[in-house]
């Protein structure tokens, strides 16, 4: 198994740092290299397939925007969509219209956060519909001793192989900041376009074995691994 990722420990919540959030591409777009002229027809099909990663697939892409999965395959190919057509493919993904259209400025579109509230940038596909989640901060659940707000990136879990302790669509609290492998926990691996989690045991001769919580998983045993991070929190509705 070769996948990227990085780690983290269960951790108190302190107030944000002052400082640059680690850098990390799990899944490119910021971090990759755009074509020379973003404005081209080239830099907008790059941001497009930008937005079907993001999404899973060009038909979540579409259904989320309410266009045909073949108008999107058009606009990656050659053609570009109305302005109507702009702004549902830009409100779908939840990215800056600006720079859908032109590359211009950040890609993740300015949201108003209340006062007393922070945002936890996310990884991996988002679901439609739905945006992304404001933490209060004095929320007496984020208290992880040692991580800050910056560590942390959050995604949504993907598929029932860590069933009933992580369940499909659960929402994860991933610290990008720590390396340290440690028998037990539930490490979230880069696995384009979600992030995998499984619980890390340590084998014999510095080996690794990946837990499924559920039986319907075999075991998958690796002579190393990379890990995106540690599964500090979870957050889901009840079965």
């Not at 302790?165 to 659960?170: K, S």
């Not at 998983?217 to 890990?227: H, S």
Request: contains cysteine.
């Amino acid at each position: 198994m070769s996948q990227k990722t990085r780690t983290t420990k269960i951790s108190t919540l302190k107030h944000r740092r002052k400082r640059k959030p680690p850098e990390i591409e799990l899944f490119g777009g910021e971090g990759a290299e755009q074509p020379a002229d973003p404005k081209s027809h080239a830099g907008f099909a790059w941001r497009l397939r930008y937005l079907v990663e993001k999404m899973g697939s060009v038909l979540a892409l579409a259904e989320a925007a309410k266009v045909s999965d073949s108008s999107v395959h058009s606009w990656l190919r050659e053609s570009e969509p109305s302005r109507a057509n702009l702004i549902a493919l830009a409100d779908a993904a939840g990215v800056s219209i600006e720079w859908l259209a032109a590359g211009i400025g950040p890609i993740q579109r300015d949201r108003e956060v209340p006062s007393g509230f922070f945002v936890i940038r996310h990884v991996g596909r988002m679901v439609p519909g739905l945006p992304p989640v404001a933490f209060s901060n004095s929320y007496p659940s984020l208290i992880f001793r040692g991580t800050f707000v910056d560590d942390l990136v959050s995604s949504f879990a993907a598929g029932d192989a860590m069933s009933p302790t992580i369940r499909d669509l659960d929402l994860l609290l991933v610290d990008v900041t720590k390396k340290e492998k440690i028998d037990g926990i539930y490490v979230a691996i880069d696995s384009k376009p979600d992030l995998i989690v499984r619980r890390l045991q340590l084998r014999p001769g510095g080996k690794y074995r990946l837990l499924c919580d559920n039986p319907a998983y075999p075991p998958t045993d690796v002579d190393d691994i990379e890990i995106a991070g540690i599964v500090v929190w979870r957050g889901g509705t009840l079965p």
